[in-house]
C-alpha cells in the first residue's frame, strides 16, 4: 500500500509563484511515475505533469514553459515548481503514483490564483 502526503498549496496573486511536493511512503516499486493533476470546480481531473523515476518528463501545454516538475528517487518525493501563476490555475492538485498498472492518489492541495 502506498501512502502520499502533498504540501505547499495556498493563495497568491496572478504572477505569483507556488511549490507544491509529495512524499510517497509504504510499497513502492522503483519503476514508477510520479506527478500532479488538478482538479478545478465542476471540472474533471486533468493531468499537470508527470515524471517518470528515468527522469521523462510530460507536462500539459496549458504549463509549459511556467511549472518544472522534478523528483528525488531516493526520497520518493516529487515536487512542481509554478511560476508565473494565472487564475486557470486554480483548483486541487492531486499526487499521484503510477506503477504496475494501478495508481495511488494523494488528498490534495489547495491552490487558489487571485486576479
Known amino acids: 500500500q502506498v501512502h502520499l502526503v502533498e504540501s505547499g498549496g495556498g493563495l497568491v496573486q496572478a504572477g505569483g509563484s507556488l511549490r507544491l511536493s509529495c512524499a510517497a511512503s509504504?510499497?513502492?516499486?522503483?519503476?514508477?511515475?510520479m506527478g500532479w493533476y488538478r482538479q478545478a470546480p465542476g471540472k474533471q481531473r486533468d493531468l499537470v505533469a508527470l515524471?517518470?523515476?528515468?527522469?521523462?518528463?510530460n507536462y500539459a501545454d496549458s504549463v509549459k514553459g511556467r511549472f518544472t516538475i522534478s523528483r528525488d528517487n531516493a526520497k520518493n518525493t516529487v515536487s512542481l515548481q509554478m511560476n508565473s501563476l494565472k487564475p486557470e490555475d486554480t483548483g486541487v492538485y492531486f499526487c499521484?503514483?503510477?506503477?504496475?498498472?494501478?495508481?495511488?492518489w494523494g488528498q490534495g492541495t489547495q491552490v487558489t490564483v487571485s486576479s
Open positions: 509504504g510499497s513502492i516499486f522503483r519503476i514508477n511515475s
Open positions: 499521484v503514483l503510477k506503477t504496475l498498472g494501478r495508481a495511488d
Open positions: 515524471i517518470t523515476s528515468y527522469g521523462s518528463t
